[in-house]
């Protein structure tokens, strides 16, 4: 089954740094990878996805993911960070086919980062 | 709608009693998913459905959990008999298609706490 890993709880980072928030996966054929936010009582938003082509891929906020096969991750990142940033982030994978012909979404545990002024 | 409207955002409830919870997704999106996220932990996968038809309840936690979606727009997870495991967020997700390649657009949730 597919997984994706998210090895950091937390990443702090001072404003106007760069950030990277990690993820690996596990998938068997083509990966289909997604990265949401999640703010404090708030439902998951969509930043940004990667299904083929170009290895850097461009999302909301500024925000970018770098594809890498060979090391199966898509790392999140950012050349300059906000302390609006600071906040809950999921990787998510696409799982293969149910039954039902579609596919169910496989989330990571979360990395909380935290921008500090 | 504008976006995933859900509703209790909170609910209070004692050890055996039921509760409802509502998801109105974005007008005509085919795909309805529901998911469980225990505090710090990532979304858990519950249920899915495609218009109507509840085509996948495979993460459903026991048989005290049920969902459905009659119309194939406001769907509804009910819980029977509630035990304190049961207090997370449930999160309800839609998406135009269902092709896979289209990212789900989240409700904010509704926390359930059991006492």
């Known amino acids: 089954a597919q997984s994706v890993a998210q090895p950091e709880d937390q990443v702090n980072v001072a404003e106007g740094n760069p950030l990277t928030v990690k993820c690996t996966y596990s998938v068997s054929g083509n990966p289909y990878l997604f990265w949401y936010v999640q703010y404090p009582n708030r439902g998951l938003q969509f930043l940004l996805k990667y299904i083929t082509g170009d290895n850097l891929v461009k999302g909301s906020y500024g925000f970018e993911a770098e594809f890498n096969k060979s090391q199966t991750s898509f790392h999140l990142k950012k050349p300059s960070a906000l302390v609006s940033d600071s906040a809950l982030y999921f990787c998510?994978?696409?799982?293969?086919?149910?039954?039902?012909?579609?596919?169910?979404?496989?989330f990571g545990t979360g990395t909380r980062l935290k921008v500090l002024a | 709608g504008a976006g995933v409207s859900q509703s209790p955002r909170y609910k209070v409830a004692k050890r055996g009693q039921d509760v409802a919870l509502r998801c109105d997704p974005i007008?005509?999106?085919?795909?309805l998913f529901w998911y469980q996220q225990a505090l710090g932990q990532g979304p858990e996968f519950l249920t899915y459905?495609?218009?109507?038809?509840?085509?996948?309840k495979s993460g459903l936690p026991s048989d005290r959990f049920f969902a459905e979606r009659p119309e194939g727009s406001v769907s509804t997870l009910k819980i029977q008999r509630t035990q304190q495991e049961d207090s997370a967020v449930y999160l309800c997700?839609?998406?135009?298609?269902?092709?896979?390649?289209?990212?789900?657009?989240f409700g904010e949730g509704s926390r359930l706490t059991v006492l």
């Open positions: 459905f495609q218009n109507e038809a509840q085509l996948d």
């Open positions: 997700a839609s998406s135009l298609w269902d092709s896979g390649g289209v990212e789900l657009f």
């Open positions: 998510a994978v696409r799982d293969g086919k149910m039954a039902s012909g579609t596919y169910k979404y496989i």
């Open positions: 007008s005509g999106h085919v795909s």
